[in-house]
């Protein structure tokens, strides 16, 4: 059996030694995922509900236990982590609601009575990447569970630890054994096992756009139903009608939050011109304040990155780059062990500059002047991303304008917020296909079926 040692990428300590999951366990799990299938479906709604609310108080229960558990895991600061583990309490909370609300509908037909009904897919999988292990997974299990699926989960190879402790926290809840299984392991065996076994019924993605092709492109062998949440490079529109010190103080933790490894990242920062320089001067200062530093210090915002490759990557784009990049500042970081990288704002001369067009997934924000609403509009969208985006403005015309125009899933105005249980969350373009959270995610792990039932005989 193979092992993966994680690493605390703050300390770059060995934290612990995980056996991964190959072919045959994988299969083995599907087995026993199908095998359970007719039970979990089969239980009365109230009492599917009642289990998923047990679920949740269960991780209520041990919030700061998960939350500790992400920071030593995946580096994240204590605060983030404990909203981390928070919200997977609230997402099985909000869809614990969900078995006995899967209404359909009653339309009207000639000769009988037609009705439609939500069935659960089978088996479906959940794949989690290393940059929100616990939220990312709770969005694809609550709703699953409840739309009466049986799930099997893969958390990314670097980060399995609190999703192995969910699992073992949903059997204390009383989920049955077998209905919700996490399977740590490597997205080249679990992963893809998961994209050829036939009684897998859907994959839920969430990482890079390349594998989320493979997956797609894999998938269509069997007909199998994707969910794909992929990268962003999400623009923050900054016009000169906005409170530009709200703006300029919001900016470094729409991107530095998570180290930048956030696919909602604002990392393409869009200033009116007539106003640029009254915001890099703001903005270079409410970015001295950022504290960047031990993730388990109450007061740090700003935390290393998950591993040394993630650096490397990280460097590539700056540092190491073809291209030349000019940096206009940069923030501070510790030295010694761990993966710091300082936050560091550049400054692209074209749209077409690397550090301006790919997604970098680190610390790393580019700021670029605009002339008018059109070019704004233009620059925002001269991107093959489409998952969120900020809107800073007093002009409620043109908040609405704008936020039409831009194409992106999730648009805040003077806000940078992304991200709530109960609104739906996805992307344009290359950051995917399909809606999780919300009140429409059941439709992603149910089939419509139809019956009409005729009253002549
Ligand atoms: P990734 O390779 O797409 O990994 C995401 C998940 O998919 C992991 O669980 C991974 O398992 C699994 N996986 C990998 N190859 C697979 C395959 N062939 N079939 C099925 N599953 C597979 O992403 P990454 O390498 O961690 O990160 C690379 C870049 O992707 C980042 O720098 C960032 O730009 C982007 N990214 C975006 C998001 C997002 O939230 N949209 C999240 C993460 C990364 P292993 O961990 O075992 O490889
Ligand atoms: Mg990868």
């Known amino acids: 059996m193979s092992t993966h040692d994680?690493?605390?990428?703050?300390?770059?300590?060995?934290?612990?030694?995980?056996?991964?999951?190959?072919?045959?366990?994988?299969?083995?799990?599907?087995?026993?995922?199908?095998?359970?299938g007719p039970q979990w479906r089969g239980l009365a709604p109230a009492d599917r509900g009642r289990l998923l609310r047990r679920f949740s108080a269960v991780v209520d229960d041990h919030l700061e236990e998960l939350a500790l558990l992400e920071v030593e895991n995946a580096g994240h600061t204590i605060g983030n982590a404990r909203w981390e583990a928070g919200n997977v309490r609230d997402v099985l909370a909000y869809y614990s609601a969900a078995p006995e609300r899967l209404f359909g509908k009653q339309i009207p037909v000639a000769g009988g009575l037609d009705v439609t009904f939500k069935e659960p897919l089978g088996v479906v999988s959940v794949i989690v990447p290393w940059n929100f292990p616990m939220p990312i997974a709770g969005w694809g299990f609550a709703p699953a569970l409840a739309a009466g699926n049986t799930v099997l989960l893969k958390p990314a190879e670097l980060t399995p630890l609190t999703a192995m402790r969910l699992g073992e926290l949903a059997l204390e809840a009383g989920i049955p054994e077998g209905v919700f299984t996490v399977l740590p392991g490597k997205g080249s065996v679990v992963g893809e096992r998961f994209v050829t076994h036939p009684d897998v019924r859907k994959v839920c993605f969430t990482g890079s756009t390349a594998v989320g092709q493979g997956i797609m492109r894999k998938a269509a062998d069997q007909l199998k139903r994707v969910t794909l949440e992929l990268g962003g490079k999400s623009a923050n529109i900054v016009f000169d009608d906005s409170d530009l010190d709200a703006a300029a103080a919001a900016a470094p933790m729409s991107f530095l939050d998570n180290a930048g490894q956030d696919c909602c990242a604002r990392t393409r920062i869009l200033v009116q011109r007539n106003v640029f320089d009254a915001f890099m001067e703001r903005f270079e200062a409410a970015m001295r304040d950022v504290r960047v530093g031990d993730p388990g210090d109450e007061a740090t915002q700003m935390g290393p990155l998950v591993s040394a490759g993630q650096r490397e990557t990280v460097r590539g784009f700056v540092e190491n780059s073809d291209e030349?990049?000019?940096?206009?500042?940069?923030?501070?970081?510790?030295?010694?062990?761990?993966?710091?990288?300082?936050?560091?704002?550049?400054?692209?001369?074209?749209?077409?500059?690397?550090?301006?067009?790919?997604?970098?997934?680190?610390?790393?924000?580019?700021?670029?002047?605009?002339?008018?609403e059109a070019d704004a509009i233009a620059k925002a969208n001269d991107t093959a991303y489409g998952l969120s985006g900020s809107i800073w403005t007093r002009d409620v015309g043109r908040a609405i304008r704008v936020s039409r125009a831009v194409e992106a899933g999730n648009l805040s105005v003077n806000s940078h917020s992304s991200v709530r249980y109960s609104t739906p969350f996805g992307g344009f373009k290359a950051s995917g296909i399909g809606r999780e959270l919300g009140p429409d995610a059941l439709d992603a792990f149910t089939e419509v079926k139809n019956v009409f039932i005729s009253t002549d005989n």
Do not use: C, H
Not at 324 to 338: I, K, L, M, N
Not at 352 to 370: A, H, L, N, S, T
């Open 6 to 36: 994680v690493i605390n990428p703050a300390t770059e300590e060995t934290v612990r030694s995980i056996d991964l999951v190959g072919v045959e366990e994988t299969d083995e799990a599907v087995a026993r995922a199908v095998e359970v």
């Open 324 to 372: 030349t990049v000019d940096v206009a500042f940069r923030g501070s970081a510790p030295e010694g062990d761990g993966y710091w990288y300082p936050p560091t704002v550049v400054l692209p001369t074209s749209t077409k500059d690397r550090v301006w067009q790919d997604e970098i997934f680190g610390p790393v924000v580019g700021v670029m002047p605009f002339d008018d």
